[in-house]
């Protein structure tokens, strides 16, 4: 059984920085890409960053791309999404999700991903 579980959120006010923190458990060694992602109140679920397995690959929506970076740490099957500069916009709840299928691959489509953390609240204040 695959657990997701993300931590780190928080109030910030605009312009600060946030780091999330994201475990994953596994019966085995398998590889997978690690993605982050966000919900805003009254909108869609919509990509945020993701890493791949093998090479470090990584994707950024434009929104976030030079103010987040994604990490990982292999070894103990956690990963961290780096917020700085951030804006009241990016108020939502993260959540971080395993993509198990193509582990080589940074997909930025939610319907790759199959386990899914509880989600973290991020608040940016004006």
């Known amino acids: 059984q695959v657990h997701v579980a993300e931590s780190g959120g928080g109030l910030v006010q605009a312009g600060g920085s946030l780091r999330l923190s994201c475990i994953v458990s596994?019966?085995?060694?398998?590889?997978?890409?690690m993605g982050w992602f966000r919900q805003a109140p009254g909108k869609e679920r919509e990509f945020v960053a993701t890493m791949s397995w093998n090479l470090g690959v990584t994707n950024y929506a434009d929104s976030v791309n030079g103010r987040f970076t994604v990490s990982r740490d292999y070894a103990k099957n956690t990963g961290n999404l780096q917020m700085n500069a951030l804006k009241p916009d990016d108020t939502a709840v993260f959540y971080c999700a395993v993509d198990l299928r193509r582990p080589w691959l940074a997909s930025t489509t939610i319907e790759d991903y199959t386990y899914w953390g509880q989600g973290t609240q991020v608040t940016v204040s004006s």
């Open positions: 596994l019966p085995n060694m398998a590889p997978y890409t």
